[in-house]
């Protein structure tokens, strides 16, 4: 009985654990997409993957080109959208295992879609 409550216990905290990353990983998409310009005229398929180091503050600390869409000016724009977000303000309410395991490097790809 004893190990069915704790059992039931750590399933309950890893389901509360990955509603919370998630909340925060809508949170960083949120902001990405609110201030990507997407280019006019470009193919539906390109797909760009950066990688963000961002510090325990919200402050983008870098970011990497991972692969490119083989369209340059898709590919700034996905940089150009990043660099316009600069500090995510809401990072400091992140606890601070789940940024260390989950938030202080990020891959993200933009798709035209």
């Known amino acids: 009985m004893i190990n069915e409550l704790i059992n039931q216990e750590r399933d309950f905290l890893e389901v509360e654990s990955a509603s919370i990353q ?6 960083v998409i949120l ?6 310009i997407k280019p006019r005229n470009i193919p539906k ?11 325990s503050s919200g402050r983008i600390a ?3 080109l ?4 083989g369209n340059i000016r ?3 724009s996905a940089l150009q959208a990043v ?3 600069e500090t995510f303000s809401f990072f400091n309410s992140i606890p601070k295992n789940l940024y260390e ?4 490097i990020i891959s993200i790809s933009f798709n035209p879609s």
């Not at 902001?31 to 990507?36: F, L, P, R, T, Y």
């Not at 398929?45 to 510090?55: E, F, G, S, T």
Request: net charge positive.
């Open 45 to 55: 398929d390109l797909v760009v993957n950066l990688r963000l180091k961002i510090r």
């Open 74 to 76: 898709f590919d700034n």
């Open 22 to 27: 998630q909340k925060y990983a809508s949170m």
């Open 101 to 104: 395991s989950e938030f202080q």
């Open 66 to 69: 991972v692969k490119s869409s």
């Open 83 to 85: 660099r316009r977000v």
């Open 31 to 36: 902001m990405i997409e609110n201030a990507w």
């Open 62 to 64: 870098g970011v990497d």
